[in-house]
């Protein structure tokens, strides 16, 4: 039975990342599509939260 993990919306995309590296392809497939580019990731990742990005990209 898989495991039910819950991710903090108000964290930071790089933390999440940094904790569950197998969000990254997640995220790229859900329309994070720049989350892929370690410039991005070591950058922007750092002040974006879930939520934020979710709004930005118009993501439910």
């Given at each position: ?12 995309v ?6 569950h ?38 993501i439910?």
């Open positions: 039975m898989p495991v039910k993990q819950t991710l903090d919306l108000d964290a930071s790089y933390e999440l990342c940094t904790l590296p197998e969000l990254i392809e997640l995220l790229k497939d859900i329309g994070f599509d720049n989350i892929t580019k370690p410039r991005m990731l070591g950058t922007a990742s750092r002040m974006m939260t879930l939520r934020k990005g979710a709004r930005l990209k118009q439910d």
